[in-house]
């Protein structure tokens, strides 16, 4: 079974960059959409972005023009740049793969000064 693990988080002043990664254990990215999801405490889990197997992308309207998802097929890794973080993306960030509905084990985003 696939697996994947996520990485790249951490505490970051507010407007600042970031970047995570989700590391798939088979080529998996090629042929399944991918999605980046997030947990804020108290709160559902919110869809970040998607990027499907033709490397088509969508994000949810939180993060428009701010957050980029992109692949490397090569790697078998799909990455989240994230630029001008606010207080309000801290959370957990999980990668998932809806096909297959399996998780990563998250990576915790702290965004403060």
């Known amino acids: 079974q696939v697996q994947l693990v996520e990485s790249g988080g951490g505490l970051v002043q507010p407007g600042g960059p970031l970047r995570l990664s989700c590391a798939g254990s088979g080529p998996i990215f090629n042929i399944a959409t991918t999605a980046w999801y997030r947990q804020a405490p108290g709160k559902e889990r919110e869809l970040v972005a998607t990027i499907g197997s033709s490397g088509s992308t969508k994000y949810g309207d939180s993060v428009k023009g701010r957050f980029t998802i992109s692949r490397d097929i090569v790697k078998n890794q799909v990455t989240l740049q994230m630029n001008g973080l606010k207080p309000e993306d801290t959370a957990v960030y999980f990668c998932?793969?809806?096909?297959?509905?399996?998780w990563g084990q998250g990576t915790q985003v702290t965004v403060s000064s």
């Open positions: 998932y793969l809806p096909r297959y509905d399996i």
